[in-house]
């Protein structure tokens, strides 16, 4: 059995015969025809023009009924072919330099799909693809050949190809393929962004797919862990079979819950928010209460110098608009140690994560951190937006990093520029000194929230990137829970906002228990949202609060966890 | 040759549907038209009639524009395109 590795962007298990999906692939070359022939191969483009109209035309008919949705990406496509600057491109290089059709349609498209390659907005940038598509479906008509896709599927299959077009994902049969498995493609790429609509599996960035997998092999697909078993064993089959039915029953029972209003079962609410990276729409955002996390990180990484205010500023607003009328919680800049930036000069530390990270480096860099918090600030005039800070360790950083959210403040008055005058200001609680005096902190800032990644990882003394150490790191342990429960306690009683932005907030047997130490709002990756709401209504306020009194008073993980578990389990 | 300046006030911009409708209204005018985006000196004028170059400047909401027309029918086109810019292409 060989495994294949890959990105899993749309969750889910499958087992099944491998499809390989060949795309028409052009095959262009730089190619001129002699003088006098110029109307002749200028009228072979209009043609091709007119035949790729015809195809789309045919397409958004036999859609518009029943997928308006998909109908649409087409209407697009037939706005690009006829797209005035793409026409004129071409005629002019069929006119100026006597350049093939074939030549001229590659080029001309290709120039202007790397332009909106380049558009900061990831939405825009993902047209491009659309670009390609209509380009191959022009190289395609120019070369003679008929249409492919993948609509007229025989059986239940898996695709594999190296890449899959708008076109493709929007014509194949969808009640055939269990699963899709490419070469090339990330997180918000196109196929992820409609594998994840359509829920079918996915796992991009398999290097050779193609190559290694043939038709009508058998595979497991395994995208949950982001795996490819290939020539599985009978043994395997049988499990993955079981793991397939465990995890279609849990996915049924736990998205009914996606968009009900978290109530326990006595009645009390809780708030369930999204940590978020991006700025891309997501539908889970209807799910939500509030952003309880935006890691600000990707704008910072995802840029190739450093973020201008007015890049960051948009990025923080498109947030906010995704958010529709929630409050966003920004975290400011968690980078250094391990996490750096090409274009800035770090210096290597023996123990990154006990060094000059996130606050602790911004309070070093204060021009950075000022454009950061100006742009925050700017944001916060169209939208609920909150100030957060990472890496808190004592009062003293607090009022440093206060003292320069007031400096930035006063600017902006002096410019005239608008901001939210009554912005709350809050910490990350990760790192176990502020948390044993959370009393202090509390009457110093609006709100906290607790990272418990972080948290376990100090608390413990595990270095949680370090893998011959993974037991170690512990973050169901009684002493997390004894602290959490004392951080609750003094917010609460000080009358301020505690959130847990962590894992342990997603995992739904860490929320119940945080939701018996007093923990009213839960801040979690979108995949997590059904399951939480889930488990937690199954329990009422008291007998929370009794299981939290329990796991306090055991004396291992292991007998929290199997505790925790056992007692959802007697529920469901 | 005719202009105005405005800002995008809706909040997707001028991506997706409004860019499309923003090019189909541009095409029933004869005039050669532009936007440009008026907050970044590096911008040149985009064709307006061209869904890919408005797509590649990026406009969101709040983006500072001029629109310029340069043609028989150049009041009219101009003023139609910033009509439809000011009506938020109908989002709340």
Redesign the interface.
């Known amino acids: 059995m060989r495994i294949l590795k890959g990105n899993p962007v749309s969750r889910g298990i499958a087992l099944g015969k491998v499809y390989i999906y060949k795309a028409f692939k052009a095959d262009v070359h730089e190619s001129y025809f002699e003088a006098g022939k110029e109307d002749e191969f200028y009228k072979k483009y209009q043609d091709a023009v007119k035949t790729a109209e015809k195809e789309l035309d045919s397409i958004i008919t036999s859609m518009t009924g029943e997928s308006p949705e998909k109908a649409k990406i087409f209407t697009a496509h037939v706005e690009i072919l006829m797209d005035e600057e793409v026409e004129e491109g071409v005629k002019e290089m069929i006119y100026e330099s006597r350049t093939m059709p074939d030549y001229a349609v590659d080029e001309i498209y290709t120039h202007f799909a790397n332009l909106l390659e380049k558009a900061k907005d990831p939405l825009i940038a993902a047209r491009a693809a659309d670009l390609r598509d209509v380009r191959n479906r022009v190289l395609r008509i120019l070369k003679g050949e008929k249409e492919s896709n993948l609509s007229s599927l025989r059986e239940n299959v898996i695709i594999v190809a190296h890449d899959l077009l708008p076109s493709d994902t929007a014509t194949m049969d969808r009640n055939r393929v269990m699963g899709i498995i490419t070469e090339v493609g990330g997180a918000t790429s196109h196929t992820a962004i409609i594998a994840r609509s359509y829920k079918i599996p996915a796992l991009l960035g398999v290097a050779d797919a193609t190559a290694i997998m043939s038709n009508g092999d058998n595979v497991i697909m395994d995208a949950l862990t982001g795996k490819v078993l290939l020539d599985p064993e009978r043994e395997t089959i049988k499990e993955y079979q079981e793991k397939l039915v465990e995890y279609i029953k849990e996915e049924r029972e736990t998205s009914q819950y996606l968009d009900k209003i978290p109530l326990v079962a006595s009645g009390e609410r809780f708030s369930v928010g999204l940590n978020v990276g991006n700025t891309d729409p997501d539908e889970s955002y209807k799910y939500v209460d509030f952003v309880g996390l935006l890691r600000t990180e990707f704008v910072y990484m995802g840029s190739e110098h450093l973020p201008t205010e007015q890049e960051q500023f948009e990025a923080y607003r498109r947030v906010l608009a995704n958010a529709m009328g929630n409050p966003v919680t920004l975290r400011t800049l968690d980078i250094g140690g391990d996490k750096t930036l090409r274009y800035m000069v770090m210096p290597k530390e023996d123990n990154p994560f006990l060094g000059n990270r996130a606050l602790r480096f911004c309070l070093v860099h204060i021009d950075m951190f000022k454009t950061q918090l100006r742009a925050a600030l700017r944001a916060s005039a169209f939208g609920p937006l909150q100030i957060m800070f990472p890496m808190v360790g004592t009062m003293d950083d607090i009022r440093a990093a206060k003292a320069v959210v007031e400096q930035v403040k006063q600017d902006l008055r002096t410019e005239g520029i608008a901001f939210d005058e009554k912005i709350h200001v809050g910490i990350m609680i990760e790192i176990p000194s502020i948390g044993m005096i959370a009393d202090m902190a509390a009457k110093e800032v609006d709100f906290a929230s607790v990272g418990t990644n972080d948290l376990t990882q100090y608390l413990h003394a595990v270095d949680r990137m370090n893998p011959a150490i993974a037991d170690y790191y512990q973050s169901m342990s009684p002493s997390m829970f004894r602290m959490l429960g004392r951080i609750f306690a003094e917010f609460n009683k000080a009358g301020k906002s505690i959130s847990v932005c962590g894992e342990l907030a997603g995992d739904h047997l860490g929320a119940l228990v945080m939701f018996g130490l007093g923990l009213r709002k839960f801040s979690m990756n979108a995949a997590n949202i059904g399951r939480v709401k889930r488990t937690l209504s199954l329990f009422t306020l008291e007998e929370a609060v009794n299981i939290a009194k329990n796991v306090q008073n055991l004396s291992s993980e292991a007998e929290v966890i199997a505790y925790v578990k056992a007692e959802v389990e007697k529920r469901s | 040759m005719y202009s105005k300046q405005t800002e995008l006030k809706n909040?997707?911009g001028l991506?997706?549907r409004p860019a499309?409708e923003f090019?189909a209204m541009a095409?029933q005018f004869e005039s050669k038209l532009t936007v440009q985006r008026l907050?970044d000196e590096a911008a040149l004028p985009a064709?307006a009639?061209?869904?890919?170059?408005i797509?590649?400047q990026?406009l969101?909401?709040?983006t500072p524009i001029e629109i310029a027309a340069d043609g028989p029918d150049e009041v009219e086109a101009v003023e139609k395109l910033y009509e439809l810019v000011e009506s938020k292409f109908g989002e709340d």
Do not use: E, M, T, Y
């Open positions: 909040a997707s991506h997706a499309s090019v095409k907050d064709n009639k061209s869904i890919i170059k797509l590649a990026g969101s909401v709040g």
